[in-house]
């Protein structure tokens, strides 16, 4: 058995566990710091972080920068400290274009000279805060928190704090598409499992049609029937239910209808799977023994069918946690989620350490959510035996 498993074990040790956790270790990565600034990390490492360093840090800077000098390293450098404070980058490019260590005199006042930032302590102290291998910055910022000038951590500017009101969006978003499934899906797989093979089959059809059409088609379709000269608007103005077309699309409600009809499927078919196996005298049982409908719905078939909506909700929310497309092309600029960002982070703004931050945060909420709705599961089941 080990043989036979040994082939898809191999393939994704090697093409889903290795990538992701590669990608992941970018949210600690720290390699370009200290590997382009040996010297200068090594001169501040005894230095306490007040005022400014003492000269050999200052010629210890040049050298490196001048190193770096005429290579892509340079601006690659500039870019990776610009993350911790704006401006880093043009201070790092001008300063190693124009240093020069052989030149006799004060290094500390050749490198002010060429820019006066270099005699404020917050670059150094960057410098100095980054220069371990491994960072908490992107994780932190991730977390809407900063270093403080003293080294602590404090909130980010309500300017710049973005991230957990993004985080919070997402979990509430994915959040209202998975009850809108849940409460869409159980009556569709209830009557599933209730029906005739031959039934049961030509709904299962239906149910699987939206797998024969990519997810790009879908969300375009949406746009092009949710618009205001769309089909959906002028049905209903036909009808005589509006007045004039209502704004359906780029909006939170366009979103909702264009994920639920994407995700509905991955609600009705683990839910379908595990209603079917729920013996209908059971229900009948319950009817004889004077229980209400409802009350029999509630303590017999609820309980029974608690697996499959546990397998569906986490399905639908998991896979609504990382969408990208659907929110980009039918939600408005308020409506995106955090796949937006990480997507903008990777290639755009070529900050992976801040997209892996993100993804690790994601992975993290994910996990929890998981481990909680085990939990939830196991009890439920325990409750029912």
Not at 111 to 123: F, V
Not at 180 to 205: D, E, Q
């Amino acid at each position: 058995m080990l043989a036979l498993v040994a082939p898809s074990i191999l393939f994704m040790a090697l093409f889903f566990v290795a990538p992701l956790g590669l990608f992941l270790f970018r949210s600690v990565d720290n390699s370009e710091v200290p590997g382009w600034l040996p010297r200068t990390v090594a001169a501040l490492s005894s230095w306490k972080g007040a005022g400014l360093p003492e000269e050999p840090a200052f010629r210890a800077l040049a050298e490196d920068l001048a190193a770096l000098s005429g290579s892509t390293a340079l601006p690659l450098l500039g870019r990776r400290l610009n993350h911790d404070v704006p401006g880093f980058r043009t201070l790092i490019t001008a300063t190693g274009n124009r240093v020069d260590p052989a030149r006799p005199g004060s290094m500390r006042e050749q490198i002010i000279g060429i820019d006066p930032r270099w005699g404020e302590p917050l670059y150094w102290q960057t410098i100095r805060r980054e220069r371990h291998a491994l960072t908490w910055f992107y994780l932190l910022s991730a977390l809407d928190l900063r270093y403080g000038a003293g080294g602590g951590l404090e909130r980010a500017p309500a300017e710049s704090a973005i991230f957990l009101d993004l985080l919070g969006r997402t979990l509430g978003i994915s959040g209202v598409v998975t009850l809108i499934c849940v409460l869409l899906g159980f009556p569709v797989a209830a009557t599933m499992a209730g029906s005739s093979p031959a039934r049961a089959n030509a709904l299962l059809i239906f149910v699987l049609v939206p797998f024969w059409t990519s997810l790009l088609v879908r969300s375009t379709a949406w746009v092009i029937l949710l618009q205001n000269q769309g089909v959906v608007n002028q049905a209903l103005v036909g009808l005589g239910v509006l007045e004039k077309p209502v704004p359906l699309i780029f909006n939170r409600l366009g979103l909702y209808i264009a994920m639920v009809h994407v995700l509905l499927p991955f609600m009705v078919l683990p839910l379908y799977s595990v209603l079917k196996g729920i013996r209908p005298e059971l229900m009948r049982a319950a009817a004889s023994l004077g229980a209400a409908p409802w009350t029999a719905f509630l303590r017999i078939y609820v309980p029974q069918a608690l697996p499959g909506l546990v397998a569906g909700a986490s399905l639908v929310f998991v896979l609504a946690l990382g969408y990208y497309i659907t929110p980009a092309l039918v939600g408005g600029p308020g409506d995106q989620m955090i796949g937006y960002f990480i997507a903008y982070f990777t290639n755009t703004a070529v900050n992976w350490g801040m997209a892996s931050a993100l993804g690790t945060i994601l992975l993290l909420v994910v996990t929890l959510i998981y481990v909680a709705l085990g939990r939830l599961a196991g009890l439920e089941r325990l409750a029912v035996r």
